[in-house]
């Protein structure tokens, strides 16, 4: 029987954050669709653990129109009251309520920039910051100064812990651990 490979502690062994683990965290992502996907996913994250959110991730691609941007930024008061009655995503008021103005904000940065992606990417010259610690900081200066853009521009749920977690998952912070088979 093949040994395990050696992984971050935080991944455990379930085989959905395994799979997280070793196929998406930390693999620098360009596309705006998964990033607007990842930045909401973040958000329905503040205060539970990351699995949960994860479980649900196929439902929320289905409640959230497989995260297209331009729909979601549609979406009203009766939308949020539908999916407040949906089991698969995370039922909290605020944070759906928050998804539309921030794919509204989402849509502006691509407009002034071209992209998310670009504008998200240009805060580290295009190449993802590694660094290797025995343990997760739970923000840096990077994320408290992306943070502070995004709510200045209107964002919700995007506090310098959510956007820290938030720029791991992408690759722009390339934070395996030691001896993690990624490092």
Same mark, same amino acid.
């Given at each position: 029987? @093949?040994?395990?490979?050696?992984?971050?502690?935080?991944?455990?062994?379930? %085989?959905?954050?395994?799979?997280? =683990?070793?196929?998406?965290?930390? $693999? %620098?992502?360009?596309?705006?669709?998964?990033?607007?996907?990842?930045?909401?996913?973040?958000?329905?994250?503040?205060?539970?653990? !990351?699995?949960?959110?994860?479980?649900?991730?196929?439902?929320?691609?289905?409640?959230?129109?497989?995260?297209? $941007?331009?729909?979601?930024?549609?979406?009203?008061?009766?939308? $949020?009251?539908?999916?407040?009655?949906?089991?698969?995503?995370?039922?909290?008021?605020?944070?759906?309520?928050? $998804?539309?103005?921030?794919?509204?904000?989402?849509?502006?940065?691509?407009?002034?920039?071209?992209?998310?992606?670009?504008?998200?990417?240009?805060?580290? #010259? #295009?190449?993802?910051?590694?660094?290797?610690?025995?343990?997760?900081?739970?923000?840096? %200066?990077?994320?408290?100064?992306?943070s502070k853009d995004l709510k200045k521009r209107g964002m919700k749920f995007v506090g310098p812990t959510i956007i820290q977690?938030?720029?791991? @998952?992408?690759?722009?912070?390339?934070? =395996?651990?030691?001896?993690? !088979?990624?490092?």
């Open positions: 029987m @093949a040994k395990p490979k050696p992984r971050c502690f935080w991944c455990g062994d379930d %085989p959905l954050y395994v799979a997280y =683990h070793d196929e998406e965290w930390g $693999v %620098p992502v360009h596309d705006d669709r998964l990033l607007f996907e990842q930045l909401i996913l973040e958000g329905a994250q503040a205060g539970l653990s !990351w699995i949960t959110v994860l479980k649900k991730r196929e439902h929320y691609r289905k409640a959230f129109a497989n995260f297209d $941007v331009r729909k979601v930024a549609r979406f009203d008061a009766k939308k $949020v009251d539908t999916l407040m009655d949906n089991p698969g995503v995370v039922r909290h008021r605020g944070k759906l309520e928050s $998804v539309a103005p921030n794919a509204r904000v989402f849509l502006a940065i691509q407009d002034e920039y071209g992209s998310f992606s670009k504008w998200l990417w240009a805060h580290v #010259d #295009d190449k993802p910051i590694v660094r290797r610690s025995r343990s997760h900081q739970p923000t840096s %200066p990077l994320a408290e100064k992306i977690a938030f720029l791991q @998952a992408v690759g722009v912070l390339d934070e =395996h651990l030691p001896g993690c !088979w990624k490092a």
